[in-house]
């Protein structure tokens, strides 16, 4: 007989298939992302019960098929529903972003306990404490480094030159994957403008630097800049749009300068 895994995991995503059954996605704690068919789980409530709902902790018993990528997902039982997150649209905005980058920049079956780890630990942390830019921005720049993909910010990724001049224009390159000087972003496609301010708080908060405020005030202007960056930055690597984004921005009041 074939092994039954048991894992907690996080709902990433769900959708119909067929008249009764559900194809769905979880990261789980021990096996990376899990794809399988929930059999019967648009009729039959009970082996479901609210369990694969979006940003939903379960726990996870599931079986592999031979020759079939859908594993067969036994039993979902719910830990943790997170229903202050479908109390408002801002939270449920921030969350579904959350899931979607995190779902985009792994791939099925490949093992990794620290993303796991942050996507659980941040949906905890936007119920409990809310939106915020700080927020927002930190988990992409954490999730970048634990999935390899972490930005040079310190200094121009191709020359090298450390900029300590006020005024200094730099240019974040989606290609090299870090900020460019004036002088060799000049030739390099897809880039985008980045301000010394802009570099300057990515770079703390890429540090974790404590000294920060939970709240950013920073200018319009900054924000959109640092928002740009990170956001191009994850959609580059995820080699597709962002659905959930244009919902963020409808709803986030970190766009509006707010926080
Ligand atoms: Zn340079």
Redesign the pocket.
């Known amino acids: 007989m074939r092994p039954i895994y048991v894992t907690p995991a996080i709902v990433l995503r769900t959708r119909p298939f067929g008249e009764s059954d559900k194809i769905v996605s979880f990261l789980t704690e021990d096996f990376g992302k899990v794809t399988g068919i929930a059999k019967g789980a648009m009729r039959s409530r009970k082996r479901f019960v609210n369990s694969l709902e979006s940003f939903a902790l379960v726990n996870l018993r599931f079986q592999d098929r031979p020759q079939n990528d859908l594993a067969f997902i036994l039993t979902a039982e719910l830990l943790v529903g997170y229903r202050q997150l479908s109390t408002s649209l801002e939270r449920m905005s921030h969350a579904a972003y959350l899931v979607e980058i995190t779902d985009g920049l792994i791939s099925e079956r490949e093992e990794n306990l620290a993303v796991y780890r942050h996507l659980r630990d941040s949906l905890r942390y936007l119920e409990e404490h809310g939106t915020s830019l700080r927020f927002l921005t930190s988990f992409e720049l954490k999730l970048l480094r634990l999935v390899g993909y972490q930005p040079v910010l310190d200094n ?6 450390d900029c300590n001049e006020v005024s200094c224009q730099w240019y974040f390159s989606l290609i090299d994957g870090g900020i ?2 004036d ?3 000049g030739s390099r496609r897809e880039t985008l403008p980045l301000g010394t301010r802009a570099v300057e708080v990515l770079t703390a908060l890429q540090a974790e630097a404590d000294a920060l405020p939970v709240s950013l005030s920073l200018p319009f202007s900054v924000i959109k800049e640092m928002r740009a960056v990170t956001q191009r930055f994850v959609q580059f690597h995820m080699d597709r749009e962002i659905k959930s984004a244009a919902f963020l921005h409808q709803f986030s009041s970190a766009y509006s300068g707010a926080n």
């Not at 121009?156 to 030159?161: D, G, L, P, Q």
Request: hydrophobic share 20%.
């Open positions: 121009c990724k191709r020359c090298r030159k460019l000087c002088t060799c972003a």
